[in-house]
């Protein structure tokens, strides 16, 4: 069994934070496309162009909103690997995982992003190397060989 429990450090954050931003900015570019587009050609055909421009306007900063002023229930505190299931408490929630559903490892240095083939996504499964309480860091590396790729920021 290998463990990762406790808070994530400044540089860890900071790398969470930014790929919140993105996340955001892919979603509220897909909220366009799927309601802004057609408000706007609907606007157009009935007048209602200032109403719908108005739409589009608002709901793109609305999801950013959104995603920043949930930051605190994306930050990782335990992540539990055993037999062949990975279990996260995330902020407010918690999700496990089966090891087969992670696509790859990126290792940044000082910690790891998990990263889940599309419908089993957890946002934020970082594990921070220093924060290991049970395992080793050669334990994890000889467990995923196959998954990790090294990465620079």
């Known amino acids: 069994m290998i463990v990762f429990s406790g808070y994530v450090n400044k ?8 790929k919140m931003i993105k996340m ?7 909220e366009f496309i799927i309601i802004g587009i057609p408000c706007v050609l609907i606007g157009l055909v009935f007048e209602f162009w200032t109403f719908s421009i108005l739409v589009v306007l608002l709901l793109l900063p609305l999801t950013l909103l959104i995603a920043w ?5 994306q930050l990782p505190y335990l992540i539990r690997i055993e037999k062949n299931e990975i279990y996260a ?3 407010r929630g918690a999700g ?3 090891l087969d559903d992670i696509k790859v490892i990126l290792d940044y240095g000082e910690f790891y992003d998990i990263i889940f083939y599309f419908p089993n996504k957890l946002l934020n499964c970082i594990c921070q190397k220093d ?5 080793t860091i050669k334990e994890f590396e000889e467990l ?4 990790i790729v090294r ?3």
């Open 96 to 98: 496990s995982r089966t």
């Open 24 to 30: 955001g900015w892919i979603a509220g570019l897909a």
């Open 11 to 18: 540089n860890t954050l900071k790398y969470i934070y930014n």
């Open 151 to 153: 990465k620079m920021r």
């Open 89 to 91: 408490e995330i902020g």
């Open 131 to 135: 924060l290991i309480v049970q395992g």
């Open 144 to 147: 995923f060989e196959d998954k």
């Open 69 to 73: 002023s949930d930051r605190k229930g």
